[in-house]
């Protein structure tokens, strides 16, 4: 049974840095697409950032396009999300989530399996 864990959320001014981890135990981090997703109470989850092995360019949603950086570390057995310009738009509890690969990315949180508990970001001055 392959487990998520995140870490690395907290308070930020706008404008400020976080970078999430997604330690990711019970299976080898390349056979997995790995997403991030985000979630405000009363809204729907929103899928962020998903890499996969099979795809060169990996996914970024409009709001976070240009801003964020996902990468997977295959010796950590852990995929990051390095969050830099925070907005106020961007709070949230960020999770990530895992499905088996199969060459592509998935945007949509039913695509995966396993889900990780969650951190909060803030964002506030």
């Not at 092995?53 to 990996?58: A, D, K, L, Y």
């Not at 852990?78 to 907005?87: E, G, I, R, W």
Request: proline residues 5%.
């Amino acid at each position: 049974q392959v487990q998520l864990v995140e870490s690395g959320g907290g308070l930020v001014q706008p404008g400020g840095s976080l970078k999430l981890s997604c330690v990711i135990s019970g299976g080898s981090v390349d056979d997995y697409v790995i997403g991030w997703f985000r979630q405000i109470p009363g809204k729907e989850r929103e899928g962020v950032s998903g890499i996969s092995r099979g795809v060169v360019t990996p996914f970024y949603s409009k709001s976070v396009k240009g801003r964020f950086t996902i990468a997977k570390d295959k010796g950590a057995n852990t995929v990051y999300l390095q969050m830099n310009s925070l907005k106020p738009e961007d709070p949230g509890v960020y999770s990530c989530a895992a499905a088996p690969e199969r060459g592509m990315v998935y945007r949509h949180a039913a695509a995966y399996h396993f889900w990780g508990q969650g951190t909060q970001v803030s964002v506030s001055s």
